[in-house]
């Protein structure tokens, strides 16, 4: 008897052990997994997170490809290569007489590809730089690309391309370039020999546009020297003009090379009022042009100064070189392409 009731003593004080352990504990479910630590509030998550990268939507901008003018910076490089359908016209060297210099002068003229009797062309007269001859621009193959694709793509019209030998020495001279004043001067007889005895001579020769409407000038360097002089002088024979990278000269000047007297005054550089001006004249150089520096902005500050209206842009990068050159026909040949 003893026995049990110290047995059940035991019981009750055992039970009553187990009881008082959690005395106002819920119930454990035992079958919940306790997780180590509890979930992150989102506030917590925000803190801790790594920030995201920051995304823009801006693009990476692309540098214009046009002046505000819509002068192109550079000639886009697929104009330059032959493409597949396209027809290119390639340069011819001919001859004619001048009676100007009283002898058989050179020239190089590149037809368009299809050139037809039937058919009526404008004219471009592109002139070389200095010591260059009627082939200069004739050895370059682009020459006749840039113009085919233009045309194919309707950027410009068919056009007759006459490259003439600029130097218009007199009879009997042995003349020859030089970087000093009286070597040039033939350089300076170019316009009168144009305007007496090429353009005649083309007019006859070719299925051409007669007249301001459809005759245009360019040049680079010293071509682009006469380009700018021919325009002072006979102001109302051209409808569009283009200067590329003007050598100095045309006004004085002093540089490296040589002191240039002036072929005109700064003050002679104006035309005189009702002159009928071309409606286009365009000056470019290069920002790195090691050859004629500074002296296209010359140019372009002194028609500024004197009223004469034109379109100025210089060339990202370039020199004294093709990146101007093939920019500036770019340009140049846009100017009538959207007539027919
Ligand atoms: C001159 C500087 C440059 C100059 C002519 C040029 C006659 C022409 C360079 C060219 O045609 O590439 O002082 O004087």
């Known amino acids: 008897m003893k026995k049990a009731i110290l ?30 630590t509890p979930e992150p509030t989102k506030e917590e998550q925000k803190m801790t997170e790594k920030p995201e990268p920051t995304v823009t939507n801006t693009p990476t901008p692309t540098p214009a490809l046009t002046d505000e003018n819509g002068m192109y910076y550079k000639c886009p490089s697929e104009y ?4 597949e359908g396209v027809t290119y016209g390639s340069f011819k060297r001919e001859t004619y007489y001048s009676d100007y210099c009283k002898r058989e002068r050179y020239y190089t003229v590149l037809l368009p590809a299809d050139y037809s009797e039937d058919k009526k062309y404008p ?93 245009y000038i360019g040049g680079f360097s010293m071509g682009g020297r006469e380009t700018l002089y021919t325009l002072m ?20 000047a002093k540089d490296g090379f040589m002191e240039h007297p002036g072929s005109l005054k700064e003050e002679e550089v104006r035309f005189a009022e009702g002159t ?11 920002t790195r042009d090691s050859v004629v520096g500074k002296f296209p902005l010359g140019y372009h500050e002194l028609f500024t100064k004197n009223g ?10 370039a020199d004294h070189d093709m990146t101007t050159q093939y920019s500036g026909m770019f340009n140049f040949f846009q100017l009538f392409g959207k007539e027919s």
């Open 80 to 83: 330059l290569s032959k493409r």
């Open 276 to 286: 009928d001006l071309p409606e286009k004249i365009i000056i470019n150089c290069g």
């Open 123 to 215: 004219v471009v007269y592109l002139l070389h730089g200095i010591f260059g001859d009627e082939t200069s621009f004739a050895k370059d193959a682009k020459i006749p690309v840039l113009i085919g694709n233009m045309v194919a793509d309707g950027l410009t019209r068919e056009f007759i391309l006459v490259c003439p030998a600029m130097y218009a020495a007199g009879e009997g001279t042995a003349q020859a370039p030089a970087f000093d004043a009286e070597a040039c001067l033939p350089y300076d007889r170019f316009p009168t020999e144009l305007v007496q005895c090429l353009m005649p001579h083309i007019n006859k020769t070719y299925s051409v546009i007669e007249g301001r409407e459809g005759t």
């Open 7 to 36: 047995l059940m003593t035991a019981c009750i004080l055992f039970c009553l052990a187990g009881c008082m352990a959690k005395p106002d504990g819920p119930k454990e479910d035992v079958t919940e997994t306790p997780t180590a």
């Open 308 to 317: 004469i209206e034109h379109l100025w842009y210089e060339v990202p990068g």
């Open 233 to 252: 002088l006979y102001p109302e024979l051209f409808k569009y003009v283009c200067a590329m990278a003007p050598a100095p000269g045309m006004t004085p």
